[in-house]
């Protein structure tokens, strides 16, 4: 999974790209992969209703963010380093209907994130989809 989002990361020449697994049930979220954050925050959880990845959960539609830190809805996730990364944008992973995971990616620099960019993560983040399902099924 790491070499997944790592891979998306290079692709996408960002960052950061970051892996969240969705337990809907408990409308949670933990971070299980990333390049470019901290690894001591692998495992970190926050609920649907906590930041811009929350947001991106509870609503099923990608979030951007120009300025993360500047937005209402941003929240800090400890020992990560992401208070570094101004820009964010967040897409939905799901298997049909039911919402898996979100995928993150974060710059230094200020960037607007547009439509082909949404694309671009959505068609690099295929294989990031897969690797998580599998994933889920093992944890079941």
């Known amino acids: 999974m790491q070499e997944r989002v790592e891979a998306v990361r290079q692709a996408l020449a960002v960052d950061v790209c970051s892996l969240y697994q ?3 049930e408990a409308g949670e979220l933990e971070l299980v992969a990333s390049g470019g954050l901290d690894p001591e925050a692998l495992g970190a959880r926050m609920t ?3 930041g811009l990845t929350g947001k991106v ?3 099923g539609q990608p979030v951007v963010a120009r300025q993360v830190a500047d937005h209402p809805e941003y929240h800090h996730v400890a020992n990560s380093g992401e208070e570094r990364f101004k820009s964010y944008l967040g897409i939905p992973l799901s298997n049909g209907d039911r919402l898996i995971g979100v995928l993150v990616i974060q710059t230094v620099v200020a960037k607007s994130f547009f439509h082909n960019d949404i694309r671009e993560l959505h068609r690099a983040g295929r294989d990031v989809r897969e690797v998580l399902l599998a994933r889920r ?3 079941e």
Request: zero cysteines; hydrophobic letters at 50%.
């Open 48 to 50: 649907f209703s906590q």
């Open 137 to 139: 099924a093992r944890l």
């Open 57 to 59: 959960a509870r609503t």
């Open 22 to 24: 969705a337990f809907p």
